[in-house]
Nanobody, 124 residues
Framework: QFKLVESGGGLVQPGGSLTLSCVGSGLPLDYFAIGWFRQAPGEEREKVSC????????NYADSVKGRFTVSRDNAKNTAYLQMNNLTPEDTGLYFC?????????????????WGEGTLVTVSS
């Protein structure tokens, strides 16, 4: 059974950095585009970033452009989200998801698989 597992979350001070990982097991991740999403307490889930299966295409929410970088290593079946200059507004549960086509990830719907998330808390 295919499974996605996120890790790397934690408590960080404003201005700090974290790198999240999303590891797939049971199926090669290189077939899928990968999306990163987050959900703050009491708010709707928000798409943060997408990366295409071969890393040729990426996109970012306006709120994270210039601060977050998405990448992947298909040999390790892992996707990453490097987050710099974090603010309290970045606090939330971060999820990764697979998409069978870039267009679905870009649109933010049609996820094939979800992870359970990793919690990021930005606070002084």
């Amino acid at each position: 059974q295919f499974k996605l597992v996120e890790s790397g979350g934690g408590l960080v001070q404003p201005g700090g950095s974290l790198t999240l990982s999303c590891v797939g097991s049971g199926l090669p991740l290189d077939y899928f585009a990968i999306g990163w999403f987050r959900q703050a307490p009491g708010e709707e889930r928000e798409k943060v970033s997408c990366i295409s299966s071969g890393s040729a295409k990426t996109n970012y929410a306006d709120s994270v452009k210039g601060r977050f970088t998405v990448s992947r290593d298909n040999a390790k079946n892992t996707a990453y989200l490097q987050m710099n200059n974090l603010t309290p507004e970045d606090t939330g549960l971060y999820f990764c998801a697979t998409f069978e086509a870039w267009a679905f990830c870009e649109a933010g719907y049609g996820q094939k698989h979800w992870g359970e998330g990793t919690l990021v808390t930005v606070s002084s």
